[in-house]
């Protein structure tokens, strides 16, 4: 099964930047659509943005305007640019598949925090 790998993450002052990146140990592209996905203590993971094969894209409302997910199948490689961050992006980041039935095992995420 290919396994996911997030990175990228850190601390960052509000209204600051961020790239998070996915890398697969297999094709990126045999994952359709991929999300991101975001989870803080004591809550569920929740999704936050997708990404087809064809280029469909979704955003939850909270981060749309200020997320941008994007991925390079030949680096096998998706991305999350988060601008604007606020306090109450902090949170550990992952990638998956989307929905439920197409995830794979989880990896260990990044952690994205967000502190002036």
């Known amino acids: 099964q290919v396994q996911l790998v997030e990175s990228g993450g850190g601390l960052v002052q509000p209204g600051g930047s961020l790239r998070l990146s996915c890398t697969a140990s297999?094709?990126?592209?045999?994952?359709?659509?991929m999300a991101w996905y975001r989870q803080t203590p004591g809550n569920e993971r929740e999704f936050i943005a997708t990404l087809s094969n064809g280029g469909a894209i979704y955003y939850v409302d909270s981060v749309k305007g200020r997320f941008t997910i994007s991925k390079d199948n030949a680096k096998n490689t998706m991305y999350l640019q988060m601008n604007s961050l606020r306090p109450e992006d902090m949170a550990v980041y992952y990638c998956?598949?989307?929905?439920?039935?197409?995830?794979?095992?989880w990896g260990q995420g990044t952690q994205v925090t967000v502190s002036s």
């Open positions: 998956n598949g989307f929905p439920r039935d197409r995830w794979l095992n």
């Open positions: 297999g094709s990126i592209f045999s994952i359709n659509p």
